[in-house]
């Protein structure tokens, strides 16, 4: 059975860090892209951060770059994503998701979702 489990969300101040993390199981992790998502009631799924299979390519949006980065640890099939200098605009659900082979940054090409870890950033 495919599980992705996200942990760490929460509330902040503006300024300030989390760390999400993702707890994969049930797929070949290994070989799967890996990505946070955002997404706000009535908006579409906004794609965060990506890191390839092995770990080695990182991407971000521009929205959140130099503040987020995206880190993977296959001997324990869990992802992270540590958040710094946090902004209001920051304030959404994220989401942990898997897709097989070559990564996207589209979501609907995405094999298997978390089920979202709310974070809220206070001005």
């Known amino acids: 059975q495919v599980q992705l489990a996200e942990s760490g969300g929460g509330s902040v101040q503006a300024g300030g860090s989390l760390t999400l993390s993702c707890q994969a199981s049930?797929?070949?992790?290994?070989?799967?892209?890996m990505s946070w998502f955002r997404q706000d009631a009535g908006k579409e799924r906004e794609w965060v951060a990506g890191?390839?299979?092995?770990?080695?390519?990182?991407g971000y949006a521009d929205s959140v770059k130099g503040r987020f980065t995206i880190a993977r640890d296959n001997d324990r099939n869990t992802m992270s994503l540590e958040m710094s200098s946090l902004k209001p605009e920051d304030t959404s659900t994220y989401y942990c998701?898997?897709?097989?082979?070559?990564?996207?940054?589209?979501?609907?090409?995405?094999?298997?979702w978390g089920q979202g870890a709310k974070v809220t950033v206070s001005s």
């Open positions: 998701a898997a897709k097989n082979g070559a990564c996207s940054r589209v979501w609907s090409n995405f094999d298997y």
């Open positions: 049930g797929f070949k992790y290994k070989g799967a892209c």
């Open positions: 890191i390839t299979s092995g770990g080695a390519g990182t």
